[in-house]
T-cell receptor
Framework: GIQVEQSPPDLILQEGANSTLRCNFS?????LQWFHQNPWGQLINLFY???GTKQNGRLSATTVATERYSLLYISSSQTTDSGVYFC???????????FGQGTRLTINP | DVKVTQSSRYLVKRTGEKVFLECVQD?????MFWYRQDPGLGLRLIYF???????EKGDIPEGYSVSREKKERFSLILESASTNQTSMYLC??????????????FGSGTQLSVL
């Protein structure tokens, strides 16, 4: 099956800093999504981005499908950005998303 | 906004009990999913469904079954609960691939403890 690797596993930053989270995958994909799991466990969908670039406020994401990676950018971090960020992919022929292990982001005031 | 509602936030059951976890979505999504999340193991797919009365096994279906009698409702059943089924259970829904926007929306989760 497809392998999904996220880096770094942990990231600790001060409020106001920028961050880049990476997701590498081992096969061609037709679906890639980024999620944020807040400290209360709720998973929020941030982006559906199988290719290209999208922006939503302070967050943006880029997927380079030919090179098999995706990046999530968070600018001007706030404490509410803390939590775990997951990348999930669906490879061609599959019918399900495979999740990476996540990046735990801690934003200190 | 899509709303995926799971019936219980916390649940405590005894070994051997039959357990029902209910999930309802309000956006007429065809696709529904059940995941479990465990520390160090991430999110793993148990079962999914692409239509009423239809079900497909995910990666870890053993010990579980599902029911989808209505489009908006997808139930996960633990036939005889065991301690290794203590976990956070997450329900999710999405539109089908033909809509070209398969964003997955999650419920708030059910933390199940089996004693």
């Amino acid at each position: 099956g497809i392998q999904v690797e996220q880096s770094p596993p942990d990231l600790i930053l001060q409020e106001g800093a920028n961050s880049t989270l990476r997701c590498n995958f081992s096969d061609s994909v037709n679906n890639l999504q980024w999620f944020h799991q807040n400290p209360w466990g709720q998973l929020i969908n941030l982006f559906y981005i199988p290719s290209g670039t999208k922006q939503n406020g302070r967050l943006s994401a880029t997927t380079v499908a030919t090179e098999r990676y995706s990046l999530l950018y968070i600018s001007s971090s706030q404490t509410t950005d803390s939590g775990v960020y997951f990348c999930a992919v669906e490879y061609q022929g599959a019918q399900k998303l495979v999740f990476g292990q996540g990046t735990r982001l801690t934003i200190n005031p | 906004d899509v709303k995926v509602t799971q019936s219980s936030r916390y649940l405590v059951k005894r070994t051997g009990e039959k357990v029902f976890l209910e999930c309802v979505q309000d956006m007429d999504h065809e696709n529904m999913f059940w995941y479990r999340q465990d520390p160090g193991l991430g999110l793993r797919l148990i079962y999914f469904s692409y239509d009423v009365k239809m079900k497909e096994k995910g990666d870890i279906p053993e010990g579980y079954s599902v029911s989808r009698e209505k489009k908006e409702r997808f139930s996960l059943i633990l036939e005889s609960a065991s301690t290794n089924q203590t976990s956070m259970y997450l329900c999710a829904s999405s539109l089908p691939r033909s809509y070209l926007d398969e964003k997955l929306f999650f419920g708030s989760g059910t933390q199940l403890s089996v004693l």
